[in-house]
């Protein structure tokens, strides 16, 4: 019958632990496993005894009753280290013979803090139940007595399980990422863009040796980890994928290739990245001469100057005496209209009681329209678009487009599959010059207003909330690109240390040391605070529209000059063909020889040096 122990004490065992599935291994007779079957059913347990079951019972939380003592127990636990299966989904009853548990002569088994296994040690008159784990595999077992119980009384105790929280002190392995392979950098505040999250997690790493009472020796890499072709990883996760270390003291991205072969702790840092960006004026967007009133504001100011207009022409064509000194026609009542709607008045002043009152009204009106929108004009001038929604937008914009230089922006940029990402990246980042820079760079040509600039954003906040003026801070646009998961300390595959690691790292979180580093190392954005308060500097592209109307009143203008010269010059003509038909072809000869360039050029030597004669 082996080391095995009586019906109810394995029964009892595991209904204590809340296990209802397990596998029995051991070399008892047919007829003994029958009897136990039939027990073991009886009370509510689902029982296996073939050896084929232990491969699927990964996903589950199982029990394993084996004995040691069977000659195929070592090949089972040798197999079952191997694959890590001494973890606390599976619940492991190993029996023994003998008092001590040395006894048992257990091989180099991977049972760390995480497992949950017990040894059970038959004698002649009592069974000992012993808790088993080891800190490392480099160290020894460490057990503790459970409870013994009489092989008469067969009943089995329910005990709390002794607390694996204190590794006295021993020394685990782990490695962490710093570019220069300098340890010192871990402790700098002022560490270089690249090193600041493996920066950022090294004080997490400090507190949970301190929670776990263990001492740590670290290693360096100079990268996180990329999968080569053929499967197998460089750099930190490379490291932990031999289980050359314990666990990772940096924080690395939850990616899901990275997961067949690390497990990850907590994620509590997030990663966050994206486009950041100066919104573009609204002046350089729209005419802002137009945006003070609405539609219908202009329309009723419109009605208004009609109405104006109609009234000056009936009282100057219905008076009996002169309305305006001097006198005036429709087109100066239209330049009345106009000029004092301009704020600019006339040379016409009107004498009549009606044509006072109606200037009076619409000089009123005017002021009124001229103040609020002057003042509309002043907070236009200050204001920023909000023309960048997506990135689509962005990827039609002006705005070229610089990237952070780190590990992972090219690598998500290249495995994108949404379409505006791709669009992105081949209309603004791939083969153009100097695309990718570092933070301090990439913030300066951001600064200039013809850039984006993707990076991470609390980088980035950094350096603006150190090189900006207030009112620059003011404006800042933001576009997510892509998603990236948060940060997680990462422990070899199906590591004995998972679980106990993630309870410290929470504690940290919960009692808010967590928050406490990230408000030291990770800057928030920029609040504006003295938007409009400024020296505000008008350009030539805020006064674009203004100067186009002067231009294009300009040229208006002197066409109508040159067209009134001409219908002056031919009415002449016309009236001196009929007075002096002889005199008409001298007078057009002078004329066109007035006008030629030769004379113009004699004009002006004349007007330089009036000691030139000409003729």
């Given at each position: 019958?082996g080391?095995?122990?009586?019906?109810?004490?394995?029964?009892?065992?595991?209904?204590?632990?809340?296990?209802?599935?397990i596998?029995?291994?051991?070399?008892?007779?047919?007829?003994y496993?029958?009897?136990?079957?039939?027990?073991?059913?009886?009370?509510?347990?689902?029982?296996?005894?073939?050896?084929?079951h232990?491969?699927?019972?990964e996903?589950?939380?199982?029990?394993?009753?084996?004995d040691?003592?069977?000659?195929?127990?070592?090949?089972?636990?040798?197999?079952?280290?191997?694959?890590?299966?001494?973890?606390?989904?599976?619940?492991?009853?190993?029996?023994?013979?003998?008092?001590?548990?040395?006894?048992?002569?257990?091989?180099?088994?991977?049972?760390?803090?995480?497992?949950?296994?017990?040894?059970?040690?038959?004698?002649?008159?009592?069974?000992?139940?012993?808790?088993?784990?080891?800190?490392?595999?480099?160290?020894?077992?460490?057990?503790t007595?459970?409870?013994?119980?009489?092989l008469v009384?067969?009943?089995?105790?329910?005990?709390?399980?002794?607390?694996?929280?204190?590794?006295?002190?021993?020394?685990?392995?782990?490695?962490s990422?710093?570019?220069?392979?300098?340890?010192?950098?871990l402790?700098?505040?002022?560490?270089?863009?690249?090193?600041?999250?493996?920066?950022?997690?090294?004080?997490?790493?400090?507190?949970?040796?301190d929670?776990?009472?263990?001492?740590?020796?670290?290693?360096?890499?100079?990268?996180?980890?990329?999968?080569?072709?053929?499967?197998?990883?460089?750099?930190?996760?490379?490291?932990?994928?031999r289980?050359?270390?314990?666990?990772?003291?940096?924080?690395?991205?939850?990616?899901?290739?990275?997961?067949?072969?690390?497990?990850?702790?907590?994620?509590?840092?997030?990663?966050?990245?994206?486009?950041?960006?100066?919104?573009?004026?609204?002046?350089?967007?729209?005419?802002?001469?137009?945006?003070?009133?609405?539609?219908?504001?202009?329309?009723?100011?419109?009605?208004?100057?009609?109405?104006?207009?109609?009234?000056?022409?009936?009282?100057?064509?219905?008076?009996?005496?002169?309305?305006?000194?001097?006198?005036?026609?429709?087109?100066?009542?239209v330049?009345?209209?106009?000029?004092?709607f301009?704020?600019?008045g006339?040379?016409?002043?009107?004498?009549?009681i009606?044509?006072?009152?109606?200037?009076?009204?619409?000089?009123?009106?005017?002021?009124?329209?001229?103040?609020?929108?002057?003042?509309?004009?002043?907070?236009?001038?200050?204001?920023?678009?909000?023309?960048?929604?997506?990135?689509?937008?962005?990827?039609?914009?002006?705005?070229?487009?610089?990237?952070?230089?780190?590990?992972?922006?090219?690598?998500?940029?290249?495995?994108?599959?949404?379409?505006?990402v791709?669009?992105?990246?081949?209309?603004?980042?791939?083969?153009?010059?100097?695309t990718?820079?570092?933070?301090?760079?990439?913030?300066?040509?951001?600064?200039t207003?013809?850039?984006?600039?993707?990076?991470?954003?609390?980088?980035?906040?950094?350096q603006?909330?150190?090189?900006?003026?207030?009112?620059?801070?003011?404006?800042?646009?933001?576009?997510?690109?892509?998603?990236?998961?948060?940060?997680?300390?990462?422990?070899?595959?199906?590591?004995?240390?998972?679980?106990?690691?993630?309870?410290?790292?929470?504690?940290?979180?919960?009692?808010?040391?967590?928050?406490?580093?990230?408000r030291?190392?990770?800057?928030?954005?920029?609040?504006?605070?003295?938007?409009?308060?400024?020296?505000?500097?008008?350009?030539?592209?805020d006064?674009?529209?203004?100067?186009?109307?002067?231009?294009?009143?300009?040229?208006?203008?002197?066409?109508?000059y040159?067209?009134?010269?001409?219908?002056?010059?031919?009415?002449?003509?016309?009236?001196?063909?009929?007075?002096?038909?002889?005199?008409?072809?001298?007078?057009?000869?002078?004329?066109?020889?007035?006008?030629?360039?030769?004379?113009?050029?004699?004009?002006?030597?004349?007007?330089?040096?009036?000691?030139?004669?000409?003729?």
């Amino acid at each position: 019958m082996g080391a095995l122990l009586p019906y109810s004490m394995i029964a009892q065992y595991f209904l204590n632990v809340d296990i209802s599935s397990i596998i029995i291994i051991s070399c008892c007779s047919i007829s003994y496993q029958a009897q136990l079957l039939k027990h073991l059913s009886g009370r509510g347990l689902s029982v296996s005894w073939t050896i084929d079951h232990l491969s699927q019972l990964e996903a589950r939380r199982s029990g394993i009753a084996l004995d040691v003592t069977c000659n195929q127990s070592n090949q089972i636990l040798e197999d079952m280290s191997l694959r890590k299966m001494f973890g606390l989904e599976m619940e492991w009853l190993l029996m023994g013979e003998g008092e001590m548990p040395e006894e048992a002569e257990l091989d180099d088994l991977y049972i760390l803090p995480g497992s949950s296994a017990v040894l059970s040690m038959s004698s002649s008159t009592s069974v000992f139940f012993y808790d088993m784990y080891r800190i490392t595999r480099r160290l020894p077992y460490k057990f503790t007595l459970l409870a013994e119980v009489g092989l008469v009384e067969e009943v089995v105790p329910k005990w709390k399980r002794p607390s694996r929280v204190d590794y006295e002190r021993n020394l685990l392995t782990t490695v962490s990422v710093i570019h220069s392979l300098d340890r010192s950098k871990l402790t700098d505040p002022d560490v270089a863009e690249e090193d600041r999250w493996p920066a950022i997690h090294y004080p997490v790493v400090v507190n949970l040796a301190d929670q776990l009472n263990f001492r740590f020796d670290l290693r360096l890499e100079s990268v996180h980890g990329w999968k080569f072709p053929n499967g197998s990883f460089e750099g930190m996760i490379g490291v932990m994928e031999r289980e050359e270390v314990d666990f990772g003291a940096s924080g690395v991205i939850m990616r899901e290739d990275r997961r067949k072969h690390v497990d990850y702790t907590v994620d509590y840092f997030e990663f966050k990245t994206g486009i950041i960006f100066k919104q573009p004026s609204l002046s350089s967007v729209s005419n802002i001469y137009l945006l003070p009133f609405a539609r219908d504001v202009w329309a009723a100011c419109g009605a208004f100057l009609l109405i104006v207009l109609i009234i000056l022409c009936i009282a100057l064509w219905a008076s009996k005496t002169e309305t305006f000194t001097p006198p005036g026609n429709f087109l100066d009542m239209v330049n009345i209209v106009l000029g004092y709607f301009c704020q600019q008045g006339s040379n016409l002043a009107p004498v009549t009681i009606s044509g006072r009152i109606t200037v009076f009204v619409l000089s009123l009106a005017a002021l009124f329209l001229y103040t609020s929108y002057s003042a509309n004009i002043v907070a236009l001038l200050q204001s920023t678009s909000s023309v960048l929604k997506t990135l689509k937008d962005l990827s039609h914009s002006h705005l070229g487009l610089k990237v952070q230089i780190n590990e992972y922006h090219l690598g998500y940029f290249l495995e994108a599959v949404d379409q505006d990402v791709i669009t992105l990246y081949n209309r603004k980042v791939k083969n153009q010059p100097e695309t990718f820079v570092n933070g301090t760079r990439g913030v300066e040509f951001m600064r200039t207003g013809d850039f984006a600039f993707c990076v991470e954003f609390d980088l980035a906040y950094k350096q603006i909330s150190k090189t900006y003026q207030e009112e620059e801070k003011c404006g800042l646009g933001e576009m997510h690109l892509f998603f990236v998961p948060r940060l997680s300390i990462p422990v070899i595959k199906r590591s004995g240390h998972r679980d106990h690691f993630a309870r410290m790292i929470t504690w940290q979180w919960e009692s808010g040391m967590l928050d406490r580093i990230s408000r030291i190392w990770l800057a928030r954005r920029p609040r504006c605070e003295s938007k409009g308060a400024g020296y505000l500097k008008v350009g030539l592209k805020d006064f674009y529209p203004a100067l186009q109307v002067i231009i294009v009143g300009l040229i208006v203008s002197f066409c109508l000059y040159i067209g009134e010269l001409i219908a002056d010059r031919g009415l002449k003509v016309y009236k001196r063909r009929i007075d002096h038909p002889n005199h008409l072809l001298e007078e057009n000869l002078k004329f066109f020889r007035i006008m030629s360039f030769d004379s113009w050029k004699i004009l002006v030597k004349k007007l330089v040096d009036p000691k030139i004669n000409f003729k």
